[in-house]
């Protein structure tokens, strides 16, 4: 699918001609991508289809083989080591294991930006800091080791740092794998809010079909190292490709085949061997 | 087609790793200038490379020591030259042992912690979350452990070769019957300031670089699992304690 998304003209994120190769594996072949401004888009897709690789290339951790990737107007390829820390402090980014620093407390983790990129009186950091763990609920927490923490709590100090800044873009990776339900809706309740009231522009890649139907506005279904379908969630949901009716139907078989790639199976058990 | 490594793999592996150290320095020695302004860790790393080194180095300063003046109070006795034990005790000491011993404690001791603090670091995301927070992680954690090392290790081999000397005064002196004038001014009046003292100070500072710059590179690019680690945390001590020896004998070769 070639067309991308009506927001286009509003991009955050535009993405263009996307290709890439991860050694002999062909992760991305052509893919054009648009992530519209204020709203919260969700990338899907079977494991391994590239999803985490996709974030690393909107963040400039890894460059594409070639393909464009404009983030706020910048070209990511024209941009030197210090464009790039500069567009990434607009950038807050939740990890999968929330990638707490393990020897600083709840409230140094959050503080850890602030402290490394200006030098303010201790009394503003706490003033900054604090509200940020009071939006995600552990203001209580704050002098907690990363090591006393929860899964699910781990995960909202780590969205707390990544908001402590005010960014304009938010990517989620993961950000619903091994939590409780509890921890799942609180956490599916913090992309909301948090994306309505900061005015954020967010990214989520996820897995879980019902919790990123409820806050993703747009859905882009990655697959075989295409666009396979995007769309509204609903409208997804119904589609009818192969694509679409094998991941959002949960089916065992279909464009993933069950079985991995292997020779023949009767050579396998040496049958072939037996009648020779 | 095979997946089995090609005949000559090991040497061109080992050169890899050498051309990847390279590299890695001169990305660190870039980062140096950056790191200053994370002036307070690098005092922080001073402390945890070398305060809590201080133990195992002078208990083994001392039994080195201790060991040297029983053998070299013996070898002399037979020429009847026990009034250099002092002179020689320190010469070995200043020049060899103290930043070689040293520096193969301290590989043990710090290099390992620093390989596998580094290598959880990587396994569990947090220098992947210092990079996305606009972090240099070269310049945050791994250059202020570098020069840790260059600025703890000269005070650790001195410590090293001050309790070396005192355990083979305590032999030869104390227990031996050596006259205490005689150890004393003999290796004051041997040693001298530039060529020995100082020949192994620059050697343990260069010694303090190698096996933090090994033991950050080990950490920096280890495999992000549990036997990746612990992969990692061997080759620092192997590939820091060959290092160490063979600068030693460059350096040797030009310092003499």
Known sequence: MSEVSPASTDALVRIRGLHTRLGAKVIFDGVDLDIPRGRVTAVMGPSGTGKTTLLRHITGQLVPDAGEIVVDGQNLARLDRDGLFELRERIGYLFQNSALLTDFSVFENVAFPLRQHARLPEELIRNIVLPKLQAVGLRGAADLMPAELSGGMARRVALARAIVRDPMLLIYDEPFVGLDPIALNQVLKLIRVLNQTLGLTSIVVAHELSAVRRVADHIYLLAAGKIAAHGAPDELVRGDTDWTRQFFGGEADGPVPFHYPARDYAADLGFAQVKA | ?256
């Not at chain 2, 133990?55 to 109070?73: A, K, P």
């Not at chain 2, 992680?137 to 081999?157: E, N, Q, W």
Request: glycine share 10%; hydrophobic share 55%.
């Open chain 2, 1 to 256: 087609m095979s997946d089995k490594p090609a005949r000559g793999s090991l040497i061109g592996d080992g050169l890899a790793q050498i051309g990847a150290l390279g590299l890695f320095l001169l990305q660190v020695l870039a980062a140096v200038p950056r790191s200053l302004r994370y002036f307070a860790e690098t005092v922080r790393q001073v402390f945890f490379v070398g305060a809590m080194s201080l133990v195992i180095i002078m208990t083994c300063g001392l039994f080195i020591g201790l060991v040297l003046g029983l053998q070299l109070y013996d070898v002399l006795s037979r020429f009847g030259s026990t009034a250099s034990v002092g002179t020689v005790v320190a010469i070995a000491l200043y020049r060899e042992l103290g930043p070689v011993v040293t520096a193969l404690l301290f590989a043990g001791r710090a290099g390992t912690s620093i390989t596998a603090e580094i290598g959880l670091m990587r396994a569990t995301d947090q220098l992947a979350a210092m990079e996305m927070m606009a972090v240099d992680p070269l310049a945050y954690v791994v250059a202020p452990r570098f020069l840790a090392g260059i600025i703890a290790m000269p005070l650790l081999a001195s410590i090293f070769n001050a309790l070396a000397i005192l355990g083979s005064h305590a032999v030869a002196v104390s227990w031996l019957g050596l006259d205490n004038g005689t150890f004393w001014s003999n290796m004051t009046g041997a040693v001298d300031v530039w060529t020995d003292v100082m020949n192994g100070v620059w050697k343990s500072a260069v010694f303090g670089g190698v096996v933090t710059l090994v033991a950050t590179f080990q950490g920096y690019s280890t495999a992000p699992t549990s036997e990746g680690v612990a992969y990692a945390t061997t080759r620092t001590v192997v590939y820091s304690s060959i290092l160490t020896l063979a600068i030693d004998f460059l350096m040797t070769a030009f310092l003499m």
